[in-house]
């Protein structure tokens, strides 16, 4: 993939690409958003696996580093859902694209929403995968509600306040920890299949300040106000062991979203498209009308698949 920097209104973004077979204006772009505890190398496994069900390279990809992760700095006090997905349309259109779709993991997930709501005419549809979407309404829980609801994330966010404290000492910490071997037996709960790499990924990539803030900045957002403005097809991918996504955030979604589909992944934690890539990649190609799964989905749970 082709790398480059754009420079957006949030700082310069780092982007992941693949040529396209059209000039860009006449294509739509499937752009890529990592989540909170990573970087756009979270996408690889899906990529190999789009690139294996297609039987070549995937055109017009878009991959960013999201302002604050990976190779595009920022200052996470600046950063918020309408400043990422902001920051997403410059990047596309700065690229020469007019449309697009947009593929959310976990927070991406919520800024891929955003983007569907400040774009309705660009963003042609939307696939969360494994996304952290509190229900649509975070802005409105106490915060024993949300230890209540989501107490793996809570804890999460507590130590990532430590880490943040810590300045240039917390990834450091964490990459020892990687070192030790301790990681992996930390991060284990987010994962039901063990993927080599992963983790030294999770350790290399870690933003505790910008994870902070994104965590933050989605307890404030208002769901249930801005969601309810999207109509383009939303397709929810999330893994039925996910700790971070409980089957009941699923209720609300669908009233709130017209177009708003679920399919539960059966044995897959909250790194879908990295656990079961070649499932994802499936629901993915399907979305885009490129492709349809191999085995049906009934009742929203889709029948397993190997990787």
């Known amino acids: 993939m082709e790398k480059t920097i754009v420079q957006t209104d949030a700082g310069a973004v780092a982007v992941h690409r693949t040529a396209g077979e059209l000039p860009p204006e006449e294509s739509v772009a499937t752009i890529l958003l990592h989540g909170a505890a990573g970087s756009w190398t979270t996408w690889r ?27 595009s700095p920022a200052e996470p006090s600046t950063l918020d859902a309408g400043v990422l997905a902001e920051a997403v349309a ?11 779709r947009v593929v959310g993991h976990s927070l991406g997930g919520f800024v891929a929403l955003e983007l569907a709501v400040r774009e309705p ?9 494994s996304a952290t979407v509190f229900g649509a309404r975070a802005d409105r829980l106490t915060r024993g509600g949300m230890l209540l609801r989501y107490a793996p994330l809570v ?45 030294h990924e999770l350790a290399r990539d870690l933003r505790p300040a910008a994870f902070v803030r994104a965590v933050t900045a989605a307890r404030a957002y208002p769901a249930g106000e801005r ?9 929810a991918i999330r893994g039925d062991r996910d700790v971070f996504v ?6 609300r979604l669908p009233a709130l979203i017209p177009g708003w589909r679920t399919v539960v992944l059966p044995g897959t934690g909250h790194f879908a498209h990295v656990e079961h890539p070649t499932a994802v990649a499936r629901l993915v ?23």
């Open 121 to 129: 005419q660009a963003t042609e549809s939307v696939v969360v995968v």
């Open 285 to 307: 190609l399907a979305s885009m009308g490129r492709n349809t799964p191999s085995r049906p989905c009934q009742n929203g749970v889709l029948r397993p698949l190997d990787r």
């Open 246 to 251: 409980p089957a009941r955030d699923d209720a």
């Open 155 to 199: 804890l999460l966010l507590a130590g990532m306040r430590v880490l943040a404290a810590l300045g240039r000492g917390g990834p450091a910490f964490v990459r020892a920890l990687d070192r030790w071997g301790l990681l992996r037996v930390l991060v284990s709960p987010l994962f039901s299949v063990r993927v080599p790499g992963v983790v």
């Open 90 to 100: 410059e990047v596309a259109r700065a690229l020469g694209y007019r449309r697009w």
């Open 227 to 235: 969601w309810a403005r999207i109509h383009c097809p939303v397709l």
């Open 45 to 71: 496994p899906l990529i190999a696996a789009l690139e294996a069900e297609r039987g070549g390279p995937v055109p017009d990809l878009v991959v960013p580093d999201l302002p604050g992760w990976g190779a």
